[in-house]
Structures are given as C-alpha cells and as structure tokens.
C-alpha cells in the first residue's frame, strides 16, 4: 500500500480550507493551501498567533478535518475518513510531541511509551522490549519505572518524543516542542530532533522562534490562513 | 470472551487503584444494596418457608373444622346471659363422614383445659379428646409406649398420652409410661409419649399445642361432659361445646375445595348461628404464597431503589472523573485511540467497581442473615439465584449508569481535549 506513495511524498495538501463557525460568523483559518512535505524533511512552520498554523498542524496531525480540499498522508487520501479511520491514521503514520509533553502523569515512563503500541495490540513482552529500546535511544533506560513528575522537564519531553517514535511514525508533528524547556535544554530536545531527522524522519514542527527554525530545512511562514513564502530547500513548490 | 478485554480490565483497575478511596466509596452504594437485597430475601424466604412448613404440616388435604362462638352471642355476654351453647355437634361429625363420598376419615376433637397433678407438682394443660385416626394425621414420632388404639375405646379406660413437654414438667424424668397423673378429678395411666410439634402459630387451632394430653373422645365425653365453666373477668360463663374441631381428611388435593364448600354449606342449613369456621389449609397455603410473591415484589422494589441510589453514585463519580481526566482522554485520541475503546476503557471502570461491589455486598448478604440465624434464631434461606441476579444486576446497574459518562468521555474533541487544564 505505502508503495504507492513511495514517490517521496509523505503528506501533501491540495487547497485546503478551514471554516470555524462562531455563531452567525464564519472565521477562515485555512484559506487555500497547496504543499507538499517530502519524505525525509524538516520543516518549521511559522507564523504570528492566529496565522492558521495551529489549525494546519491539526489538520496534518489528523486530529481535524478541511472543510475543503483534499489531503493525502502516505498516499491515502484522508479528508473524508470518519472519525475512527483517521484515529487509524494517527496510530499508524503520526506521532506528536507537545510543548506541554502531554505525559499521562500517574503512568510510568515505559508505561506511557507503550501507549501507542496498546492500541496498536501488541502483546506485553514486545511492547517492553520496544519501550526499553526507545528509552535506551532517547537516554532514560535508566527511568522505565519513574513517573513524569519525578523527571525534568527536558527528561519528559525526551520521553515524549520515545512514545511518538514508538509506532514508528511516516510523521513526526511536533507543536512548540521547546516552548516549556529552558535554552539549554531546548536545543538538546532540538539535537534530537535534527538527528532523527537526519535518520530519514520525516519532521514537521510548529514554533515562533525563528533561531529554532534555523535547524530546520524547510521554513513554511503563514500569514491570515495562507501561505507567505516558504524558505530553504531546492524546490519543493 | 473475557480473555479479550483482559488489558482493559488490568487498565481499569489500576486507574480504580490509583484512588482507592474514591472507588471504595462509589462502589458502597451497590454493596449495600446487594447486601440489603440478599439478606432481605433470605430473612422473607426464610419467615415464608416457615409458614408454609407450618401449614403443609396441617396437611393440604385436610379439612379444619372449629366451634366460634357466634358473633352476636359474644357480644350479648355482657347481658345476663350465664349459659351459652354453641358449637360443632357430634352429630355434625357423623353427618360428615357420612355424605360426603371424597371424604376419607374424620377426626373429632374435644378439648377441655384441666390441672394436671403428680405428687407435689401440678399444672394446667389441655385435656384432647380424640380417636386413633387424629395420630394418622397429625403424624409424631412416639417416644415411648404407644398412642391411642382402638381398644382404648372399647375399654372406656382411662388412659392418656402425653406429650414430651409435658412429660418433662410433670413427671420430671421418672419412670413415665405405667405412671399414673391425675387430670382434674380422674386417675389417667400414662400408655404412651410422643414428641412435640412446633407450636402452631396463625389462626389456625389445632390441638397441637406443646403440652396435651390425649384422651379417648368417649371418656372424654363421659368423665367431663359438654358443660365448661368459664371465668372471665369475675363473672362466671357457662358454655356447652361438644366438639371443638373436626378434622377432615379428603381423598385427594383437588376435592379439597368443593368439598369444603359442601360441608359449610351443610353446616348453615343445620346450625342457625354462625357458630363454626371451616378453615382449609391449601387455602392458606395458596394464600401464603401469594403474600410471598408480594412480599418479593415489594422486596424487589426496595432492590431495585437502592440499587438505582447506588447506580446513580457511580455514575457522579464517573462523570467527575471524566472531567478531571479530560487530558489523559486527549492524549489517547491524539495516540490514536478510537472513540469505542475510550467508551470501553470507562465502561469497564464502572463495571469492575459495580461488580467488585456486588461481590463484596453478596459476602454482606450472606454474612447478616448468618448472623440473624445465630443471633436472634430466625429462619433464613439464601436462594442460589438471589446471588446470580444481584451480581447480574450489580453489572447490569454498572453499564446502565457507566455508558452516559463513558460516551461523553469518547466525545470529547481531542484538540480541546488536549488543551484542557
């Protein structure tokens, strides 16, 4: 199925909207984007507050719908899936890092690792081999048995990304990843990231520091739901 | 099936676990309920299987006839009238046994209340005059010696049989059968002990008291007579009964009724008062079991109440938490959980808690009537399905009342899910 869409494209957009109804008003916060993220790419999307970037971040993340225009994640075309063909999808091709880490705080770290791969219904032993091995990778093996709350900031958010990497994600979406962390940490969590891109990791992250946007190889800057110019990379548009 | 919902069910309890406290309060409402259910039903079984026991020991083909004095002759006493006659007739027996062809034996009975004397000790015990057919239907192992036989009234001898109870009173141990006690003003030579019934309740009469002597009805009738002397409040009331009660034995269950018809129909046409009361036991028991299943309906009602309290307890909790963890249900969307797996994870909370509950209120249930039995020495019987219905229900109650918040929790929008505090 995937070798469909093994023409290097891991999600694309084809004029996309996206209406919010408030009462009797009508508030576009997508209003036609057309964009192609290749597979393999870096790219920090940008944009002052209410620019639409929050809104196009939950569109890729699955978590939403366009009220038009087609979206295509892996190849299949996801906006018109209902609500547990695109859980599906989120399961299977995204995994999202949050500014807030978004740990289930009374878990312990390899219990919220394994999340994903609970639902995905792997069995026990292999889903507590898969989580030692993502925490020997982001440097917690030594933590399987802590709870976020005993673990700094910088440590959960390492966590994090262990549990969006766990169901081997097509996409990793990633919403301010460094925004609760101090400078220091933050550009450790953004080394990471770099190095997981580097691995062939297919990135997509939202942020307003245009210093963290530098790592990036792709720079998307939105302005009132459309698309201002985009930065880096040959050619992608 | 269970096997599949294994990880859910682990998952459901441990987050139960992580608030102990809370879950063992909102799971109290269904253990006492349950616990209530159980043991009420087993306290009314228990009272019900009694009643019913006593009744069918009154045989359900079996006809009780007893004197009443008449309604308007009890309100008259208080004129002068010193004499009063009333009552079945010994005529009314023969009558019986002869025209009616369903029925298969009469039993009279006579009774007389008489100081009963051995030596020093002394008491009042109730005289029965009866023939040998009363021990064929009144069944009671015999202690010792023999009951009354048909030669007893060949003889007109005086002889009687005592009950256990009164045996131990009166004759205290010694040597019994061959004993000679005095029964008012007559010597009677003990021929035979049977065992005591339990004492007969309601308001059926039956010489089945704990303390009688058996006497044959002709010497009864020889060495006391019709004629009592009664003093009620000072004054004195003299009354003539001949009979106190006719037994009747019917030939089968299903002529019992017509057949009791027939004899109060009879009994109108030659008494010109109301002066008798036909009772028959399989009326009474089918009575007594419809005032069980009454009783069990009101029962159920009461179930049904506070399992509904208790239900309604989850459920507030339910909801709450799935507000306090409107976060975690974000994450587990956002991971890729599917909106029935989120109803799942809640519902089967709820159901663990209301199960776990009905189990611990099953182990009250059965405990308060173990204890009511040694305690205060009722009768109880736990009926194996009031176990199966209340864990049934108990479940039943946790998917009722877990669904609501269940399907909220899975309803939430997973971006504003996400963002919650």
Partial sequence: MSSLSSNGIAAQLEDVHKDYHMGSQVVKALAGITISFQTGSFWAILGPSGSGKSTLLNLLGCLDRPSKGRYLLSGHDVSTLDDDRLSDMRLRHLGFIFQSFNLLPQSTVEENIQLPLYYLGWNAADSAERARDLARKVGLEERLRHRPMELSGGQQQRVAIARALANNPSILLADEPTGNLDSATGKEIMGMLIDLNRQGKTIIMVTHERTLAEYASHRLYMKDGMIERIEGGDSSC | ?421
């Fill in chain 2, 1 to 421: 099936m269970l096997s599949k919902y294994v990880r859910e069910i682990r998952l459901g309890i441990n987050n139960l676990l992580l608030h102990k406290l809370r879950s063992f309060l909102t799971m109290l409402g269904v253990v006492f309920g349950v616990g209530s259910v159980i043991a009420m039903l087993a306290v009314g079984e228990g009272a019900s299987q009694e009643a019913l026991e006593r009744i069918r020991k009154l045989g359900s083909q079996n006809i009780l006839i007893s004197s009443a004095k008449s309604i308007e002759e009890e309100s008259a006493t208080n004129v002068r009238i010193r004499m009063s006659v009333y009552g079945l007739l010994y005529e009314d027996e023969r009558r019986i046994a002869e025209s009616f062809p369903s029925v298969k034996n009469t039993v009279p009975v006579k009774e007389i209340r008489k100081q009963a004397r051995l030596g020093e000790r002394s008491m009042e015990l109730r005289v029965v005059g009866t023939t040998p057919k009363w021990f064929d239907l009144v069944q009671r192992p015999i202690i010792s010696g023999r009951v009354l036989l048909p030669r007893d009234f060949e003889a007109h001898g005086n002889v009687v049989v005592l009950t256990e109870h009164g045996v131990r009173t009166l004759l205290a141990g010694e040597n019994t059968v061959g004993q000679t006690v005095r029964l008012g003003s007559e010597y009677f030579e003990v021929i035979g002990i049977v065992q005591n019934a339990g004492s007969i309740g309601g308001d059926i009469q039956t010489p089945d008291q704990e303390i009688d002597a058996y006497i044959p009805i002709n010497v009864a009738r020889e060495r006391f007579g019709d004629y009592f002397v009664k003093n009620v409040a000072g004054s004195e009331t003299r009354e003539k009964v001949e009979l106190h009660q006719i037994i009747v034995e019917v030939k089968s269950v299903d002529q019992v009724e017509p057949t009791a018809a027939g004899i109060l129909a009879m009994l109108k046409r030659f008494h010109k008062k109301e002066d008798y009361r036909v009772s028959v036991p399989l009326t009474l028991l089918r009575q007594a079991e419809a005032t069980k299943r009454t009783f069990n309906i009101v029962l159920g009602s009461i179930a049904g109440i506070s399992l509904l309290v208790g239900g309604i307890g989850i459920m507030n909790i339910m909801l709450a938490s799935v507000t306090e963890r409107t976060r975690e249900i974000g994450i587990r969307r956002a991971i890729g959980a599917k909106k029935r797996q989120i109803v799942l994870q809640f519902l089967i909370e709820t159901i663990v808690l209301s199960t776990t509950g009905g189990l611990i209120g099953i182990g009250i249930g059965l405990l308060i009537p173990w204890m009511i039995t040694l305690l205060a020495g009722m009768p109880t019987v736990v009926n194996a399905y009031s176990l199966v219905l209340s864990l049934g229900i108990s479940m039943g109650v946790g998917i009722i009342f877990g669904l609501y918040p269940a399907v909220r929790a899975s309803n939430l929008d997973p971006i504003v899910a996400l963002r919650h505090e």
